[in-house]
Nanobody, 115 residues
Framework: QGQLVESGGGLVQPGESLRLSCAAS????????MGWYRQAPGKQRELVAA???????NYIDSVKGRFTISRDNAKNTVFLQMNSLKPEDTAVYYC?????????WGKGTLVTASS
């Protein structure tokens, strides 16, 4: 059974940076598309960024140029580097692994950008 564990969330001031990590186990990590989703209070969960098994990436418009997703297949880990954080980036961030009809979720890590 696959398991995803996120880390790296916290409280920062607007303009600062955070790096999220998601460690995967129990799956053939290199074969999965890995994604970061977020859910702010009162809002639907949305896809922030994803990286394919071939390292192709995509981002929502609001984070382009500020966030970078990457993966390390040797360490079964996916990262989300978040720079120039804004208050509207405040949310619980979830790691996701997807391959055909197989989908796994982490429990989430809270990111708060506030002065």
């Amino acid at each position: 059974q696959g398991q995803l564990v996120e880390s790296g969330g916290g409280l920062v001031q607007p303009g600062e940076s955070l790096r999220l990590s998601c460690a995967a186990s129990g799956i053939t990590f290199s074969a999965y598309t890995m994604g970061w989703y977020r859910q702010a209070p009162g809002k639907q969960r949305e896809l922030v960024a994803a990286v394919s098994p071939y390292s192709g990436t995509n981002y929502i418009d609001s984070v382009k140029g500020r966030f970078t997703i990457s993966r390390d297949n040797a360490k079964n880990t996916v990262f989300l580097q978040m720079n120039s954080l804004k208050p509207e980036d405040t949310a619980v961030y979830y790691c996701n692994a997807k391959r055909n009809n197989l989908v796994y979720w982490g429990k989430g890590t809270l990111v708060t950008a506030s002065s």
